[in-house]
C-alpha cells in the first residue's frame, strides 16, 4: 500500500510554468512505476507521462517537449514541470503508482488552471 499527495497546483497565466509534485508514503524505489494523469473538465481521465523505477520517462505524444517528469527517491517525491502552459491544460492532476501494466494507487489531485 502506497499514500500518495500531491501538490503544486494553481492559477497560472498561458505561457507561464508550475511544478507538480507528490510525495509517496514508501520508498519510489520500490514502486515499478509512478505517474501523472490528468481530468479535464467533462472528460475522461488521460496519462501525461510516467517514470519507472529505473528512472526511463515515457510522455503523452501531445505533451512531449512541453512537460517533463523527474524524480527525487531521497524525497520519495515525483514530479511534473510543466511550461508553456496553455487553457486547454486547466485539470486536476493526479499522481499514480503500480506497474508498468497498470495503476493501482491513486491521489486525490491538485488543480491546475490556466487562464487566457
Known amino acids: 500500500q502506497v499514500q500518495l499527495v500531491e501538490s503544486g497546483g494553481g492559477l497560472v497565466q498561458a505561457g507561464g510554468s508550475l511544478r507538480l509534485s507528490c510525495l509517496a508514503s514508501k520508498s519510489i524505489d520500490s514502486i515499478n512505476a509512478m505517474g501523472w494523469y490528468r481530468q479535464a473538465p467533462g472528460k475522461q481521465r488521460e496519462f501525461v507521462a510516467r517514470i519507472t523505477s529505473g528512472g526511463i520517462p515515457n510522455y503523452a505524444d501531445s505533451l512531449k517537449g512541453r512537460f517533463t517528469i523527474s524524480r527525487d527517491t531521497a524525497k520519495n517525491t515525483v514530479y511534473l514541470q510543466m511550461n508553456s502552459l496553455k487553457p486547454e491544460d486547466t485539470a486536476v492532476y493526479y499522481c499514480?503508482?503500480?506497474?508498468?501494466?497498470?495503476?493501482?494507487?491513486w491521489g486525490k489531485g491538485t488543480l491546475v488552471t490556466v487562464s487566457s
Open positions: 499514480s503508482a503500480g506497474s508498468l501494466l497498470a495503476m493501482i494507487y
